[in-house]
């Protein structure tokens, strides 16, 4: 029991990286009705905007962990949406309205350029952050096996509720939710009754970016190492897990993100960890094959 | 315009006859990007100051000494590439590569060609073994290096419940295998056996499996990205068991990514060749230019001086009278005196245990 509880603790940790940057698959899909394949390498750049944030502020001496945490946040906010904006507008709007297969060969594009782009200018090698928050909490110990969870997989956890509850309000309660929603179910209606789709479209790129920003920031801080390569694993995870929770569903990208994590920590914990991966990308087969629209998604329906 | 055209072309022109003119290429091929770039730029830095000393003092037999550098970023595809742009390049030798699962494919690109190769890092005995007459390394072997790891569990009692972790590369798998059976030879199974995935950032399942398996003692056959990651996690987690590693764990990246976590961790490395005296100046010269030399960096300068040697005494850039010519006698070199046997393999100290301390290591007492 102590170990499927410390294995489901590892899995919530990874589960809550994978759901925020899931969140920026499923609210591209849903819109534009396109996978926005660079998104993985938008939360590479959101991991190395934070690394970078985290040295300058220590020159500056600003080594306290929760304002450090907050200030690098905003940081790697605006930088990454910056990216994501930038993508948008120079490999997407362009095609839109071109074949459906455009935009998505333009972002394979875009995923080689950024990857190639923060390799060249960051080189290749691995970057380092020395542990910044350390600790933990022992919950309780059954048998010399104890069950503990440290203090950075309680600010990830944390840090990516909070997060997901903000988008959710954000939604469900503003003005620029209600005109994503109005693109979601139409775009040429909502276009008609005076929404601006393009800058919606923009402002869901930048509100993807800065989510992945947030799991990049949280990775810099779980891992303390970051190379170019990072986004082309976790994003094709995240993807899976945005297919789990069926595309298009926001509930279901951190439904899904979490039910990843979990698979692959049980899969690693109980199994092997040599096959870690292939477990995820089980699932992925599975979820298409049997269940094409996922757990929360809504079905297809082919407008006439 | 046309004037430009034409400088540009006499200057082409006598590019190409520079380098036709009768220098000795030495190819260098090793992971210059990837994870494993700072190896890369250990094994060039060697190579560098050695072909520079050698062509200060008059060159091979009057001959300039030149470097081809080749990028094989520790990928098997990449390698076999770097080592058909060495063979077409009619490069006299090869210095590289530095991952055992690179060198061993490219071993046989360049043994169809009759090109001495002499690897200052690849430990898989596998290289040697198989019977190629071309091939040589500077370092030792996984098999000498497992059985001092698994002396040193056992004569120094470091675990009860030993759980052995490699990350599936030629390397990693070949120095845990070795300390399986080694192990196992001394009457001692190990209690757990895992894998982890090269590339991975997160060991949290697999710590949780070492915590609840209860061991005490964690032999990691890898590199040290995943090492260094696997330690810190392991700490965060409070799983207390001692770590050992290999020699793909000997680069100040593994306490940079593992930070404090890294203090106790054990690793087999050879004995620190700039411990050697007769090395002292060829150490005060790479200090002078700002870099220290670890790891495989007198390794490389060991590989291209025997190298340089073994041409002067054969009188020629011939491979397959060169590598003729390796076999025989013996080298002086930073590493102390070396002689190569049959199989191409130096006759240098075996491995030592050391332990990490503060970001650095130090031979353990």
Request: hydrophobic letters at 50%.
């Amino acid at each position: 029991m102590a170990y499927f509880l410390q294995q489901t603790i590892n899995g919530l940790t990874l589960g809550s990286i994978y759901g925020l940057i899931a969140l920026g698959y499923t609210m591209v899909y849903g819109i534009v009705g396109m996978i926005n394949f660079a998104h993985g390498e938008i939360y590479m750049i959101g991991a190395f905007v934070s690394l970078i944030a985290f040295a300058v502020l220590g020159l500056f001496g600003i080594t306290w962990a929760p304002l450090a945490i907050v200030l690098v946040l905003l940081i790697a906010i605006v930088f990454t949406g910056a990216f994501g904006w930038a993508v948008e507008r120079i490999a997407y709007r362009p095609l839109r309205g071109s074949f459906h297969l455009a935009p998505l060969i333009s972002a394979i594009g875009m995923s080689i350029f950024l990857q190639n782009y923060v390799q060249l200018l960051q080189g290749a090698r691995l970057r380092t952050l020395p542990a910044l928050v350390s600790g933990g909490v022992t919950l309780f110990r059954e048998n010399d096996f104890e069950v503990r969870i440290s203090t950075i997989q309680i600010a990830i956890i944390l840090l990516a509720g909070v997060l997901m509850a903000a988008l959710t309000f954000l939604i469900e309660h503003t003005r620029l939710g209600r005109s994503q929603r109005a693109c979601e179910q139409d775009m040429g209606m909502a276009g008609m009754i005076g929404i601006n789709v393009d800058r919606t479209i923009s402002l869901t790129f930048v509100i993807g970016a800065a989510l992945a920003a947030g799991a990049g920031l949280m990775v810099t801080l779980y891992y303390g190492s970051v190379d170019f390569f990072i986004g082309f694993l976790a994003g094709v995870k995240a993807f899976t897990a945005a297919v789990l929770g069926g595309i298009g569903s926001i509930p279901g990208a951190m439904l899904g993100g979490i039910l990843i994590g979990l698979v692959e920590a049980y899969w690693g914990g109980y199994v092997s960890g040599a096959y870690k991966d292939v477990s995820v990308f089980a699932v992925l087969i599975l979820v298409l094959t049997v269940m094409p629209t996922g757990l929360l998604g809504k079905p297809h329906i082919q407008k006439v | 315009m046309t004037s430009r055209l034409l400088l540009a072309s006499a200057a082409a022109l006598a590019l190409a006859a520079g380098a036709a003119q009768a220098d000795v290429t030495l190819g260098v091929a090793s992971p210059f990007t990837g994870q494993n770039s700072s190896f890369g730029e250990q094994i060039k830095r060697g190579a560098e100051a050695a072909a520079a000393a050698i062509n200060a003092a008059g060159g091979i037999n009057g001959e300039k000494l030149i470097l081809d550098l080749q990028d094989d970023a520790c990928d098997p595809k990449q390698a076999v590439a770097a080592a058909n742009k060495i063979v077409s390049a009619n490069d006299a030798a090869v210095i590289g590569h530095f991952c055992s699962s690179s060198s061993i494919p490219a071993s046989d690109v360049y043994a169809e060609a009759g090109i001495p190769q002499i690897s200052p890092a690849s430990t898989n005995p596998k290289l040697t073994d198989r019977g190629l007459t071309s091939v040589f390394r500077t370092c030792g072997r996984d098999d000498q290096q497992s059985a001092v790891a698994a002396a040193a569990i056992v004569s120094r009692k470091l675990g009860t419940k030993i759980a052995i972790v490699d990350d599936k590369s030629a390397y990693g798998k070949g120095i845990a295998d070795g300390v399986r059976s080694a192990l196992a030879a001394k009457g001692i199974h190990e209690a757990l056996d895992d894998t982890l995935t090269q590339g991975d950032k997160d060991f949290s399942a697999l710590i949780s499996r070492l915590k609840s398996a209860n061991v005490d003692f964690v032999f990691y056959g890898g590199y040290f990205s995943e090492a260094g990651l696997l330690v810190r996690q392991a700490r965060e987690q409070g799983l207390k068991a001692i770590f050992m590693g290999g020699d793909g764990i000997a680069a100040t990246e593994f306490a940079s990514i593992a930070g404090p976590a890294s203090d106790g961790v054990l690793m087999t490395f050879y004995p620190d060749p700039r411990d050697n005296p007769a090395a002292a100046p060829v150490i005060q010269a790479f200090r002078d230019q700002k870099f220290e030399p670890e790891g495989y960096t007198l390794y490389s300068y060991a590989a291209v001086t025997a190298f340089a040697e073994a041409v002067k005494r054969a009188g020629t850039v011939e491979g397959a009278k060169v590598a003729a010519e390796l076999h025989k006698g013996s080298y002086k070199t930073v590493l102390g005196t070396i002689a190569f046997d049959a199989k191409g393999d130096p006759d240098t100290d075996p491995f030592i245990v050391y332990v990490w301390k503060a970001g650095k290591y130090v031979p353990l007492k």
